[in-house]
């Protein structure tokens, strides 16, 4: 059997490799800095898997590629970190545990490869390798197919406000009574945004008001495409909800727009105009239906007459 083994060179890596020589197979070892082989059923290939490079095309003709380099999760999570503002946060997610998940299946073609998931334990490490407080861990099972559990509440709306506004208060009230917490105020913004979330997937989520065409066009009703299908539609419904809600808040600042004028907080360019500025310009670029909103339109024109603005906001990049 032709093997191509990544991480050759390391302790793990070369123990296998040795192995499968031995047993008399013939493997391509990947390395960064290859010697010269001296036996001849083993040949090493120079590269390095996060670049592309003459060792992609090495692994044609192999029938399996044990694949042992070690996890880029630690600098992965250091790089993020590097690059983030004094006080800013960082929302990581990866799978974690310890099963190897098994499929013989891939893009529709057969295949033979063993997922390993990140140790839990190596996730805490790499974040704090990096340097990052851990505020808040969330840990969730597997989401089967298109399905997103315990989307409904159990409660109403008006009861699970009352409940989310019962806590708020207790955390505002903490947040009042002592320093600064970025902690209790992250749970704060958490809350809201988890409650708003969950108001609004249901709606979207709901594919049973789709036409027969639209259902017939995904496939959602056919046993092979249907999962997939189903994924694809919830992921145009999610875009569509999307841009009404950006076109939503676009409406809003026409509004504010009309009633002073030139800029955002009156004839005088603010700080305010920076930040919305650049939005609108994204509102602008981004391909989507987007409503007539003359004021935001008169606004955006305004601003393009600054030389600042055609550099660093309407430069054709979204």
Same mark, same amino acid.
């Given at each position: 059997?032709?093997?191509?083994? =990544?991480?050759? /060179? ?100 057969? $295949? ?10 190596? $996730? ?18 597997? *989401? ?34 002592? =320093? ?6 992250? &749970? ?15 709606? $979207? ?14 496939? *959602? ?17 999610? *875009? ?20 002073? /004028? ?7 360019? =603010? ?24 004021? $935001? ?12 603005? &055609? ?8």
């Amino acid at each position: 059997m032709k093997l191509f083994i =990544t991480g050759a /060179g390391g302790f793990l890596g070369s123990a296998v490799r040795d192995c499968a020589v031995a047993r008399g197979h013939e493997v391509s070892a990947l390395v960064r800095k290859p010697t010269a082989s001296d036996h001849p059923n083993l040949t090493y290939v120079d590269g390095d898997l996060r670049a592309p490079g003459a060792w992609t095309e090495a692994l044609a003709g192999h029938d399996a590629v044990i694949h042992l380099a070690e996890s880029e999760l630690a600098s992965a999570v250091a790089g993020l970190a590097r690059v983030l503002r004094p006080g800013g946060w960082l929302a990581l997610a990866t799978h974690v545990g310890d099963a190897v998940h098994h499929v013989e299946e891939f893009l529709g073609e057969p $295949v033979q490869l063993d997922f390993v998931l990140h140790d839990a334990v190596a $996730v805490r490490e790499a974040v704090a390798a990096a340097g990052l407080e851990v505020v808040e861990w969330y840990v969730r099972g597997p *989401i089967a197919g298109a399905e997103v559990p315990n989307l409904k509440p159990k409660l109403s709306q008006e009861k699970q406000r009352a409940e989310l506004d019962l806590i708020q208060t207790f955390n505002r009230a903490k947040l009042e009574q002592e =320093t600064y917490d970025p902690q209790v105020e992250g &749970l704060i913004k958490t809350y809201e945004l988890g409650y708003r979330m969950q108001s609004e997937m249901p709606a $979207v989520m709901d594919l049973d008001k789709e036409t027969p065409a639209t259902r017939s066009l995904y496939g *959602i009703d056919e046993e092979v495409t249907g999962d997939f299908g189903r994924k694809c539609l919830l992921a145009r419904r999610m *875009i569509e909800a999307g841009v009404r809600n950006w076109n939503r808040h676009m409406a809003m600042l026409d509004r504010q727009l009309a009633l002073t /004028g030139a800029f955002v907080l009156g004839d005088q360019f =603010t700080l305010a105009d920076i930040v919305l500025g650049l939005a609108t310009n994204r509102w602008f670029m981004t391909p989507m239906e987007r409503p007539p909103l003359a004021a $935001v339109s008169a606004y955006y024109e305004r601003l393009s007459q600054r030389p600042a603005y &055609l550099r660093h906001g309407r430069n054709g990049v979204p």
